[in-house]
């Protein structure tokens, strides 16, 4: 007996008041896991609603217009995110797509959400719907139902929500990693003479560690962000986009990413394992399950281990470092995990947690 087609699903996704789904705004991680994320649930056959702004170039059933670029101009004139919803832009783009949903909403579609409390009125004016915050690496959550970027993560919450000794599991929710297009990430397996630190240039990234390190060992260091003054001896690169962010990542010796906070995913790292580039972090957070020690890179608790990270990063293979992160982490692999996550949450509407 052959195995039955998976049925049809509905997903209303609901973006960002700030930017357009396209990749040019790839620099606001969350807008950009919306446009991947409708990708995704397309490619496998599912029916995709997006409620966005003008410009898009994810794929989906029918694009609703929910804020236009003109009010984006007049109500956020630098186009920065700012997580507050008792701004303007939420209260509009909200509102409009309730209207919108509400004229669309069938039983059984799922409503994915990604804007934290932002956007916590929309779930609240359809409290029959399956709400689901699909990429959670925020504090503010709020749905029924929550999709966290790591496990360190999720339970990071937890505490937060009711106190680490008392915080009960939600059988609903689940893990399920970031996830991005391979194609983006050229691969290198010859490496030139520098290391890399690429993001904010702020004291929580953690920046200063990989100048005291490489400024310690005699390494050029080209770090590639906005943010804190750099002393005359980095290779300041600025900001940068797409292309040659794939360039500086696939060709450096290694990548820091020596996140001070608990880092809720950290892309950057996955990033540069996709060019086949080592990485060298902390610790804790994410990292505990995104880098495998020894093998894609080094996770460091001193200052000697920074340092000896920095020669260890010389014996790792980019190949095996590439393969893992594309079998982990690319949109093909992850977008099956999707799948089965709302499968699961379809069986809410029969016998749930009990379902044969």
């Known amino acids: 007996m052959g195995q039955s087609k998976p049925m049809t699903m509905r997903f209303h996704v609901v973006s960002l008041p700030h930017s357009q789904t396209t990749k040019a705004f790839?620099?606001?991680?969350?807008?950009?896991?919306?446009?991947?994320?409708?990708?995704?649930?397309?490619?496998?056959?599912?029916?995709?609603?997006?409620?966005?702004?003008?410009?898009?170039?994810?794929?989906?059933?029918?694009?609703?217009?929910?804020?236009?670029?003109?009010?984006?101009?007049?109500?956020?004139?630098?186009?920065?995110?700012?997580?507050?919803?008792?701004?303007?832009q939420w209260a509009l783009m909200n509102g409009r797509a309730i209207s919108a949903i509400g004229k669309r909403l069938q039983p059984q579609d799922f409503i994915c959400l990604i804007g934290g409390v932002g956007q916590k009125s929309v779930a609240d004016a359809f409290p029959l719907a399956l709400s689901v915050e699909f990429g959670v690496g925020y504090s503010g959550v709020f749905a029924n139902h929550l999709i966290f970027e790591s496990y360190a993560w999720m339970h990071t919450i937890y505490g937060h929500m009711r106190g680490a000794y008392t915080a009960d599991g939600r059988f609903y929710d689940a893990v399920i990693p970031n996830y991005f297009e391979v194609e983006d990430f050229p691969f290198s397996a010859e490496k030139e003479d520098y290391f890399l630190y690429m993001g904010r240039v702020t004291y929580r990234k953690g920046y200063q560690v990989a100048l005291e390190v490489c400024q310690r060992e005699g390494f050029r260091l080209k770090v590639a962000g906005a943010g804190d003054p750099l002393p005359d001896w980095v290779e300041n690169q600025g900001v940068v986009g797409p292309e040659r962010r794939g360039e500086l990542m696939s060709r450096a010796r290694a990548v820091f990413v020596p996140t001070l906070y608990i880092e809720p995913f950290g892309g950057v790292a996955v990033e540069a394992m996709l060019c086949g580039t080592p990485v060298i972090t902390t610790d804790w957070g994410a990292f505990t399950e995104?880098?495998?020690?020894?093998?894609?890179?080094?996770?460091?608790?001193?200052?000697?281990?920074?340092?000896?990270?920095?020669?260890?990063?010389?014996?790792?293979?980019?190949?095996?470092?590439?393969?893992?992160?594309?079998?982990?982490?690319?949109?093909?692999?992850?977008?099956?995990?999707?799948?089965?996550y709302f499968e699961r949450l379809l069986t809410l509407w029969g016998k749930g947690f009990y379902e044969e």
């Open 26 to 88: 790839s620099w606001s991680a969350f807008t950009d896991k919306v446009r991947k994320f409708c990708n995704m649930m397309t490619s496998l056959g599912h029916e995709v609603y997006l409620y966005a702004s003008e410009d898009n170039e994810a794929a989906c059933t029918e694009l609703i217009t929910c804020i236009t670029k003109q009010e984006q101009r007049e109500l956020i004139p630098d186009l920065a995110e700012r997580w507050v919803a008792e701004e303007p």
């Open 290 to 340: 995104t880098v495998p020690q020894g093998v894609t890179g080094f996770r460091c608790r001193t200052f000697k281990e920074f340092r000896e990270a920095t020669a260890a990063v010389a014996n790792l293979d980019p190949k095996a470092i590439r393969d893992y992160a594309v079998a982990t982490f690319s949109t093909e692999v992850i977008a099956r995990r999707y799948e089965t």
